[in-house]
C-alpha cells in the first residue's frame, strides 16, 4: 500500500472483507493510509503468510493488526515476542511465529513487535462489520491516530507503554 525508505514503523494489517468483522485489519490499513504519513510502512493483506518476512526490518518495529474473538474490550494491544508454534503453513502464520522465522531464516534479530487486536463477533460470509466491532474499530482508530500524531521518534515508546498498561 504505501512505503517509505526508512520507516519509523511497518503496519501488516490482514482480514477477509468479505467476512464480517474480519474487515477490521484492511479498514484499518487503508485509514493509515490515508494520513498520508511516508514514516509508516503499510502492508495489507487478506492474510498473514510466510512471505512476509520479507516486510520487516530488524531496526523497525512493526504493529500487527487484526480482528479478534478472543478479547472483551474494544482493542487489546499486546507486545509480541518470537515463539514457534503450530501455526505455520504454506498459507498463514501466526504473528509470533512470524517473527520466530524471520529470526531462523534471515539470521537476524526480531522487529520490536506489537499485536492490536479488535474485538470481532460476527465472521460469516457475506455480513457487513457489525455495529459493535464499528464502535470497537473507532476506538482503536481513536488510539492510532493519537499515536500518529507525535513525532515519530515517540511512536516505540508510545506502543510499548501502551502495551505495558494494557496488559495489566
Known amino acids: 500500500m504505501a512505503t517509505s525508505a526508512s520507516p519509523a514503523i511497518t503496519v501488516l494489517a490482514w482480514g ?3 467476512r464480517g468483522d474480519d474487515a477490521i485489519g484492511p479498514i484499518l490499513a487503508r485509514r ?8 509508516i510502512n503499510i502492508v495489507e493483506d487478506h492474510q498473514l503468510s510466510i512471505e512476509h518476512i520479507m516486510d520487516l526490518r530488524e531496526d523497525v518495529p512493526v504493529l500487527f493488526i487484526d480482528a479478534s474473538i478472543a478479547i472483551d474490550a474494544d482493542y487489546v494491544l499486546e507486545r509480541l515476542k518470537p515463539l514457534q508454534d503450530a501455526s505455520i ?5 501466526s504473528p509470533q511465529a512470524l517473527l520466530d522465522l524471520y529470526e531462523h531464516t534471515l539470521g537476524k534479530p526480531a522487529p ?3 499485536l492490536l487486536q479488535v474485538c470481532g ?7 457487513t462489520i457489525s455495529d459493535a466491532t ?3 474499530l473507532d476506538e482503536a482508530w481513536l488510539f492510532l491516530t ?3 500524531a507525535k513525532p515519530r521518534e515517540q511512536w516505540r515508546s508510545c506502543f510499548e507503554a501502551a502495551s505495558s498498561m494494557l496488559a495489566d
Open 134 to 136: 464499528s464502535k470497537s
Open 146 to 148: 493519537g499515536v500518529f
Open 32 to 39: 493509515i493510509v490515508g494520513l498520508e504519513n511516508l514514516a
Open 121 to 127: 463477533n460476527s465472521f460469516e460470509l457475506g455480513e
Open 112 to 114: 520490536d513487535a506489537y
Open 89 to 93: 503453513s504454506s498459507h498463514s502464520i
Open 16 to 18: 477477509n472483507e468479505s
